[in-house]
Structure formats: C-alpha cells, structure tokens
C-alpha cells in the first residue's frame, strides 16, 4: 500500500491508480528563459521520487514535464514586461522575435536536460514544448468558450470564475483575496479570473480571437490531456503554485471535459535562503552550476534534499550542503569498502525500506536505514552491497554506478578479519594487520559505519 499526502484533500490517502498497474503524473515544469535554481529543482526531485517509488512498486508509470517556452507568463498582466520569456530576450539582447524565443528556449531546456541528468533525475517520458501545441490550447479554449466559461477584453480571453462553484477547490487555498498576483484591471469580471489567449499584434500566433499567446494555466491543461487524457492519476510541482495556478488548471480542464481532472495533488516545500523563498525575482537563487563552481557534488546535493521530507520546508546555507557532502562522500567510501560481489538483497531491510517510502515518500527514514545496514555486522558484505542497489532504485545516489576501487581479494580478506580481532579488543593484532594492509598498498580507516578504505 502506498500513501500519499493530497493536497486536494489535505491529508494522507491511499493510493489508487485509475488504470491496475499504471500511473500517469503531469510535473510542472520550468519556464526556460533562464537557468533553473536550485529551490526549483527540489520540485523536479520530488517527482522522481515519486515516480521511482511507484516502478520500485511495480507500477508501470508515464511521466509528462512541460517546458514553457512561450506566453504571457502573467497572464493578469497586460504588460510586455511581465513575460519571462521576453524578459529572457532583453537580458541577452536578442530581438523580440518568435525565432529569437525558440533559441533561448533551446539553449536552456538543453541546461535544464543537462541538471536533470547531473542529478539523476529519470527523464520524464515526455516533454513538450508549449510552443509545439498552440493548436491544442486553442482547442481547449473553444470547448470553454462554447459551454460559457469565457468573455473577450482588450487585452485577452478570460475564463470567468464566477460561472465555476467549485473554484479554489485544491486545498481551498485560492479563496483568499490575497491569491491575486495582479495589475488592476478594471475589465476584469473578478480578480480571480484569469487569461486563456492574451493578444500581442506584434508577436504571437494567430487564433480566432487574435494574434498572441496561450494562457500558462492553459498550456499545462492542454499538454496534459494530450498526452495522459483528459483523467490521470497524479499531478505534482512546487507548493507555490498550489494557490493559482493549479487551482486554474482545475477550473478549466474539468470545466471543458465535464470529468475530474486528476486525483492526487503532490506538493513540495519551499527551499528557502535568508529567511525567504528561493527565486529569481527576489534575485536570491543559486545555480547547480554555482554549486558545482564550489566543489559541491550535484548528488551530494540531492542527497542533502532526501534527508528532509519533501513537504518540510529547508533552509538553505553553505554550512549544511558542506556536511551533506561530507556524509555523501562518507557513504561512497563504504560502499566501495563493500567490494565488488553483488550477493542478495535482504529481505527484512527491503521490507523496511518499502515501508518507509510507501508511506508518503519519508526519504529522511531511507537513508537512516542506510547507515544502519552499513553498520550491521549481520550482514554480508555482498549482500550489503545488493541490498543498497535497490534502495538506490529509488534514492538515485548512484550506489550502483560509483567509481569502484579495486580491492585485490587477500586485501579484503585481511580488512575483515581485522573487523573481527578489533571488536574482540585485540587491538594489537589489529595493528599488525592493519599494517599488512598498508604494506599492500591499501590505508583502512575506522568510522562508527565501519572501516573506510583507500588505497595509498
């Protein structure tokens, strides 16, 4: 059984898949004008988690991340300045041409590709381009506009929340007045409502209302029902994007298919720095190239993620990453130590490890119990080494990819029986074997994880 914290719900339920033995998930993702941040890429973490965990449960799972790269990305805006993606172009003094968006969009999905991959982040099965399905978007806004869910400004198509009962309904979060990101707009029915088409004489595509752009909250609807049905299973992104922009996917996509949209809402904490949320508009974010520019391995960096539960906000500081790193590269010497055998998964840390990750994805739980069978002497060395192969099936450390140091096999034998003579206390035989070892070419050091080896 494995549960889940729904935000549609605000609780922990089951879960349950529409169709036996597969899931479908939609994961919100970056609008590429920019190189993503790290608070950011805590979002996209999340939902490779969750989808390791339901292929370590058996389920078959197709995942879909968008890229946006087209829009107005405010859409309560009639200002050209609010558009990330033309912001995108003025930074790097590009033209202000749809061929100038698509290269700026390129070369930073191709960043964003190259993060998910440092990280070992599963690319998702598929990832469209917003740009690629304008005729889609249109689609879906007619079937609103035909059921009376829309009303033209000068500026825009607009979806009319006053004519859904239900709206705000994810986690009742957008009923506060204070969820309006907006400009004033006085031909705004309500200030809830929100842009499907926004017109651009200058810049844009056509469609039957005029040139422009799709609304962001209508690009997500209209890719994921493309690609997973108007139904799924699973829809996850940052807990910001709770309030508004989920809260209109809902409205629209159930509104224009008269079904639910999808069943469970999975969202993560906010990774914040300096007592404040990470972004690019506060100007405080941090790039996986900046941590890699500090020595920072990126998946010593996922591994300091894991050790907090995805819905637990964490605060950032360099005092931290530096500690993860040390116990990553901690964890890496005692898998190697393990050698190179693969023996068989024990059954009891494999119960315990499913357990934990079944019940709401409690990562910080998983990687305790990896310490604890480092440091259980119960079990085989190979068998060690088996076991953390599947816990890594869902952790993604690369356990079963390091940088393996050959360990000649006399060596290891004499590292474990001088395990042996060390917990009888007799520390003397342990130095001389300790000094066989050297004599070989190898250097062990004692840890509470057990001994570390390098080799000189």
Known sequence: MIKLTNTLGGKKEEFKPIKENHVGIYSCGPTV???IHIGNLRAFLTSDILRRALEHNGFEVTQVMNITD????NPDSSSEEEDKMTKGLKRENKPITIEAMNELAHFY?????QNLKELNIKSPTHLPKASEHINENIELIKKLEEKGFTYTTSDGVYFDTSKDAQYGKLGGIAADDSHARINENSEKKNFRDFALWKFNKNLGYPSLWGQGFPGWHIECSAMSQKYLGQHFDIHTGGIDLAPIHHNNEIAQSENACGCEFANYW????FLNIEGGKMAKSAGNFLSLQTLKEKNINPLAYRYWLLTAHYRTQVDFSWEALGAAQTA???????VIVLGLEIGTPNSEYLNRFKNVINDDLDTPKAVALIWELLKDTS???QDKRATLVEFDK???LGLDTIHKVEIPHDVQQLIEEREKVRKSKDYQK???LRDKIKNLGFEVKDTDEGPRVKKL
């Open 109 to 113: 999905t191709e960043a964003f590709k």
């Open 394 to 396: 869902v952790l993604g």
């Open 430 to 432: 342990s130095d001389e």
């Open 266 to 269: 999975i969202h993560n904490a």
């Open 70 to 73: 087209v829009g107005q990305l």
């Open 33 to 35: 004008y920019d190189y």
């Open 328 to 334: 990553y590269k901690r964890l890496i010497e005692n």
């Open 379 to 381: 079990v085989l060395s």
